[in-house]
């Protein structure tokens, strides 16, 4: 990795564990060492001042954090081709508010020195939605359709999205006169030093909304419960998430709406394990059938099938079933069923039984012809102790 692409928790010098306030307060630290206003000229500064902030955009935004993490550069930058996703550019806050509000607090004092904050009047994604999703073992192996409510923000059907009650509009703030921001003085030992700061009024939109809707309280948007269709896909395991587009809480001035992510549970069943898109099963058969062979009637996924158990089958013995088990994500062809029998041995004999039995084994003998392993078993016994 080159000089400006080094490790973003490096730049930062924080872990990879680091928890969002330790990387905020980093941050923090490291802008106001290297921010340009207070180097003027200084390229090396004004160099590191910019890999601070690249590292704090990808860093502080949960969803660019996690594609780091499992890609590294190549999962945020699109020039290394094929990533998870892109660098930007610019600031977008993450999941620890606006970073105008770092930069306001750090050099807010310093005349001059107003900062670079987001423009809240423009488009902003809606946030994204969870949901959970239990089905069955068989369900996950066939698909399912189902009807999924959730609850997200939508565009307030009263306001239109506007906040302002009907027949009313936002009117310009009269404490910033529309700018968005005003200006304040602070007493320091060098004096009064001007500064600008955005408008507690209006928070930097330059509108107020005079006469609110009531139905959304001049929010905009309002919390809802929708029936959600969602195509559960054949394979799907249990664990994986589900991503429906557009489906999560609108957007803000015009933006996109967010995501849906459905957490798929499933539950167990009685017969089958699953291991990938195979299938295992155990299956008992009695010790005629074992000795003797014999046709015997195998569960899969698509029902029962017949399986021919070959003569002097050994208990623990597995027979693969080819293309009987789990359809796989996005093709055509499935895994396989593994089948492994175990020999039942009878209880509760007959007198009768049991004298049969007898008579059985000693017309067998312990040979090698019949019993190979018990016979190689006393062999090798005899060699440990006998040599």
Excluded: W
Excluded at 22 to 29: G, R, S, T, V, Y
Excluded at 157 to 180: F, I, N, R
Excluded at 202 to 220: E, Y
Excluded at 240 to 269: K, T
């Amino acid at each position: 990795m080159a000089e400006k692409d080094r490790d973003y928790y490096e730049v930062l010098g924080v872990q990879k564990s680091a928890s969002e306030d330790e990387i905020k307060k980093a941050f923090k630290k490291l802008a106001r060492k290297y921010h340009p206003d207070l180097h003027p000229d200084d390229k090396e500064c004004e160099e590191k001042f910019k890999e601070v902030n690249k590292a704090y955009e990808i860093l502080s935004d949960p969803q660019k954090r996690q594609r780091y993490d499992q890609f590294g550069q190549a999962g945020v930058d699109p020039s290394y081709g094929g990533g998870a996703g892109g660098f930007s550019g610019g600031f977008s806050g993450g999941g620890f508010g606006d970073v105008g509000d770092i930069f306001e607090d750090l050099f807010g004092a310093f005349g001059g020195m107003r900062s670079t904050r987001s423009n809240p009047n423009a488009p902003r994604r809606g946030q994204d939605v969870t949901a959970n999703v239990n089905i069955s073992f068989m369900e996950a192996c066939e698909g399912k359709k189902q009807n999924l409510k959730v609850y997200h923000m939508e565009k307030c059907s009263e306001c239109g999205g506007s906040g302002a009650e009907k027949g009313s509009a936002p009117v310009t703030c009269p404490d910033c006169h529309g700018q968005g921001y005003i200006k304040v003085g602070q007493r320091t030992a060098f004096g009064v030093i001007s500064s600008t700061k955005t408008c507690p009024k209006c928070g930097g939109k330059g509108t107020v909304i005079s006469n609110p809707c009531q139905k959304c309280g001049g929010a905009g948007r309002t919390r809802v419960q929708k029936e959600i269709n969602l195509d559960i896909p054949a394979g799907i395991d249990d664990g994986q998430i589900l991503r429906v587009g557009g489906q999560g809480d609108a957007g803000l001035n015009g933006g996109p709406s967010g995501d849906l992510h459905v957490n798929v549970s499933v539950r167990p069943h009685p017969l089958f394990i699953r291991n990938g898109f195979d299938v295992n099963c155990d299956i008992p058969i009695t010790y005629t059938q074992a000795v003797l062979g014999a046709e015997i009637t195998v569960p899969t996924i698509d029902g029962n099938v017949k399986y021919n158990v070959p003569e002097g089958t050994q208990t623990g013995t597995v027979f693969r079933l080819k293309g009987k088990g789990i359809k796989k994500l996005g093709r055509s062809d499935r895994g396989d069923q593994y089948v492994k029998v175990n020999i039942e041995v009878p209880k509760n004999l007959t007198s009768k039984q049991k004298e049969l039995l007898k008579e059985y084994e000693a017309s067998m003998g312990a040979t090698e012809k019949h019993y190979a392993k018990r016979q190689s078993f006393f062999e090798k016994f005899k060699e440990k102790f006998n040599s």
